[in-house]
């Protein structure tokens, strides 16, 4: 399908699959009702939206009514946050008023955390291991009697790292906390139950699956009190006002489809490729390293590190032949600074500006693989010649 290239981030974002084009066409076209209304083409637009949102809640575990669609992850991130917080009443007040969650969280987690801090929540980041991983035993140290909020990932966008969610799933619901996890990066490659993973309120995305982008849900079980951002037309049960993105809607659905058919299969294949993308890096590339926990780690994510090069100088030699990858995070990639989530993890800066995120994909073929790594090695060198680091 990716014709004279290689592209090798798919963490950032995935091209739609043909199979959900298709479905999406007769929304745009002859489908192409407003679902709030009462006529004819606003029941089929309805119909359509409300099988979607079962297909996206039976993937889950969840019930229909708990699911809520929003434009984007970092949408439902800010509306999990904000709204758990300001539905538990004004900030400073006697009651709940602290909110935890982890410091490689994306960075519209980290940001909406800082918000809530600005308007006099307590917030507490929980560190992580040399391998990003959160340890439940400090999620259960950091609770307190007024904490509201737990997020932690279920696994990290940039080096891959899945995270315990189970546990800490079990410790905040003993403890009576909500339980929020961005999925975004999970969904449709692992296998989700909210209700066995205690988890109260899910961030799913659709671009990261090969559905379209301008599409996300958000997961609020039953009962938990939220208050939307957003205030209009009442859509989406009161939660999320704005006009229904029908067409997006139906491709997240057929994407959820397309890859709970194949997720068994697939991240067999991906994780047979990543791994012979990881061995043949590892050996072939002096001072390279793996990010990322080695074994429970994303079936298409490998992370690296190279000592004495620039990681944006090595993204942009590899573009130049043919090769798509990145540094960190899509979002974040363009500050140029240290990923704080290789920070966290206890890198120095300057052996964090040396990061390489290669994730692959359901085009991704091992040719491409082999490609990548009789192409790398050299550009590392000529990189490490030139450096100013060594």
């Not at 809520?68 to 904000?82: C, D, I, P, V, W």
């Not at 974040?332 to 994909?361: E, F, I, N, T």
Request: with cysteine; net charge positive; charged share 20%.
């Amino acid at each position: 399908m990716i014709k004279n290239k290689i592209y090798l981030d798919y963490a950032a974002t995935t091209p739609l699959d043909p199979r959900v084009v298709k479905a999406m066409l007769p929304y745009f076209t002859e489908k192409f009702g407003n679902s709030a209304s009462f006529h004819s083409f606003g029941a089929e637009a309805k119909a359509a939206v409300d099988k979607s949102r079962k297909v996206i809640a039976d993937a889950m575990k969840a019930n229909s009514k708990e699911i809520y669609f929003t434009s984007s992850a970092t949408e439902s991130n800010n509306l999990a946050l904000k709204g758990i917080a300001q539905a538990s009443g004004r900030a400073g007040k006697s009651g709940k008023n602290h909110v935890i969650v982890s410091s490689v969280e994306h960075d519209c987690v980290l940001t909406s955390a800082a918000w809530l801090e600005q308007q006099g929540w307590q917030l507490t980041l929980l560190p992580v291991d040399k391998n990003g991983m959160v340890s439940p035993t400090d999620v259960a140290k950091a609770i307190r009697p007024d904490t509201l909020l737990v997020s932690v990932m279920h696994a990290n966008n940039e080096i891959g790292t899945i995270n315990p969610i189970g546990e800490i799933g079990k410790i905040c619901r003993e403890k009576g906390v909500y339980f929020h996890t961005d999925a975004a990066q999970t969904f449709g490659k692992l296998p989700i139950d909210v209700n066995r993973l205690n988890i109260d309120l899910l961030t799913v995305s659709a671009h990261k699956m090969y559905g379209p982008k301008g599409i996300a849900a958000l997961y609020v079980r039953s009962g938990v009190k939220i208050k939307p951002l957003l205030h209009g037309g009442g859509h989406e049960n009161g939660l999320r006002s704005s006009t229904v993105n029908v067409p997006a809607i139906v491709g997240f659905a057929e994407a959820v489809k397309i890859c709970l058919r194949d997720m068994k299969s697939e991240r067999t294949r991906l994780q047979k490729l990543r791994d012979k993308l990881i061995i043949g890096v590892l050996k072939s590339i002096p001072d390279s390293y793996l990010n990322g926990h080695p074994t429970k780690r994303l079936p298409n994510n490998a992370n690296f590190r190279f000592s004495y090069i620039e990681g944006e100088a090595l993204i942009m030699m590899l573009d130049s032949m043919g090769i798509a990858a990145s540094t960190a995070s899509a979002c974040s990639s363009p500050k140029l600074q240290p990923s704080h989530v290789l920070l966290a993890c206890g890198l120095r800066p300057q052996d964090a500006h040396g990061s390489l995120r290669l994730s692959l994909g359901r085009w991704t073929t091992e040719k491409e693989i082999d490609e990548v790594l009789k192409i790398l090695p050299g550009v590392i060198k000529k990189l490490r010649d030139i450096s100013p680091f060594k």
